[in-house]
């Protein structure tokens, strides 16, 4: 899966969960796995300092 499906998923999950979630939670609950729920917010981050 593409790194911006990734983000994607992420962001709509943080929309319902504005005060944040764990890695592990946020991996589940955006079927990711933790490496790539960790990854895509730096992805995101390098994407936007261009």
């Known amino acids: 899966m593409p790194e911006e ?20 939670a946020l991996a589940q609950a955006t079927a990711l796995t933790v490496p790539q729920a960790e990854r895509a917010p730096e992805w995101q981050n390098t994407r936007s300092a261009r």
Do not use: Q, T, Y
């Not at 499906?5 to 592990?24: C, F, M, Q, T, Y």
């Open 5 to 24: 499906l990734r983000v994607g998923k992420i962001a709509r999950v943080l929309v319902e969960h504005p005060s944040g979630l764990r890695n592990d």
